[in-house]
């Protein structure tokens, strides 16, 4: 054996000692430097295990196949430096040294890349060269309900204003009907009869499966939220920026196009456009136009959805006794009570009104609070015989309270429904003062009247919230509450008595009412106010 020989069997024991953890000499680490310089076998030999070796680096390496295997083979052997004739003549005995070494590298290398693959899956290009890519799943979003009026059910579970909807719900219309924002610029008022599953609600896209009924769909051309799908058991529906109707009845999907375009796909044929003034079947050929005549349920749908809004919204709650008034806010019908909605803030007029009952109407400034909530007593429509001179401009001159016809309007001659009227004048001018009077002359002149039962409410709200009047308010509602006890609006009076105490700063009375008002009306609309101020006190 030759000097030379000899010493590439103690670099080898050397690279052995070091692969098991050994840190080498100083005088060992020369003897290899010197050797390497000297032996271009072992250089040979070097350059493919320091290619092999672990870099320090942290992260898992993946788990190779056949193909992959021999193409990182392949690449390591394409970084060894080529050596000349003489040196890739190596001997049999050297050929199968090298060998050992590296089947032990390599065996060491995919036993610890399939374990750490297997702890930490990542993906990752094997052989491209690109860097690795963790996969993150979209954001998911959230819908709400904006209005109800009527029975909104996910599931079994009824639904109310502000509820929130996730991917997977269900949501079906019993009776009456909802609106409801999926995501920024997407709006859907679902009809009665209605059925709709959200199949897919994140950033990426929104997915509605429409099972029966009909909805009317508005989605912003200017939103920047994600894409709204719409599917039937026909086919689909890709929508952009546009307004457009779903009827699924009887197992047939209509389509009408209010504004914009939408296409419609069914089975593997290419998608078709239907455009403004349009109507389609899913599934049938052809396209036909419409006439809006008769649309003026649509234009009042459209109507609802611009006075809604989830941001910056005032929660509104109307009910009535009793129930089943039409609720309007600036001449736009949202629905029958009880009706819940989140409108935009501002000054608002508000009308209820129901067949063979008095009409309400009352200027709402909504936004000084988030919430607001009435609860509207409806007097029986009185029968008023007008003689022949009493024309209809002298009946709006005295519910005015024209000085031209003020002997007419007094205590003696009014109405309980005139005098009311007038009151209700006064509270559309924002002239507090004079609808707390107006009211005061209906009480006094008729005072066993439903419209007096009720004015004595209305005038306590007044003087609570826009006259400031606290001590004066509680007198109304007690009289109220003293004369008429379980009254119809005796649930509205005890919880303004309750307001009345808390702004007088009599926080343990203001307790005792409320604990009071959730023991008589644990179900109230008012209930959950109550119990929120309860936590707060």
Known sequence: MTRREGNCDRVHELWGAQASGAVLSEEDRRLVEEHLEQCADCRVEAGILEEMAFDGTSGPAPELDDLSRRRWIDDVMDMVPSQDSRTEKVSQRRTLRIPSYAAAAVIAFLVVSAILWSAWPSFVA??????????????????????????????GEVLGLGSPLEQGSRISMAGGHAVMELADGISVFMDEGAQVEIRELDQTLVDLFVESGRMLVQVDPDHDGPPLLVSTGDGSISVTGTVFSVAVVDGRT?????????KLKNGTGPARPVRLGE????????????????ESAVSSML??????????GIALEIDSVPVGAAVLVDGVELGITPVR??????YRRLDIKKEGFESVRELLELGVERKLTRVFELGDLPR???????????????????KSVSTLSSANSATPAEMIARAQVFRMERNWAAAVKAYGDLINAHPSSAQARAALVSMGNIQLENLKKPRAAMRAFNAYLARFGKGTLAREASFGRANALRALGKSSQERAALEAFLRDYPDSILAQRVKTRLGEI
Not at 131 to 148: F, H, M, N, Q
């Open 126 to 155: 094997l052989s491209s060269g690109e860097e690795a890519i963790d996969y993150v799943a979209p954001k998911k979003l959230a819908g709400t309900i904006l209005l109800s009026s009527g029975d909104v059910r996910v599931g």
């Open 254 to 262: 209509g389509v009408r196009v209010y504004r914009g375009s939408v």
């Open 279 to 294: 109507e389609a079947v899913l599934g049938r050929e052809g396209v036909t136009h419409f006439s809006k005549d008769g």
């Open 303 to 312: 109507r609802t959805l611009e006075i809604l809004t989830s941001r910056e």
């Open 341 to 346: 909605a989140s409108v935009r803030a501002g």
């Open 384 to 402: 008023v015989e007008v003689a022949s001179s009493v024309t209809s401009e002298t009946v709006r001159q005295k519910a005015s309270g024209s």
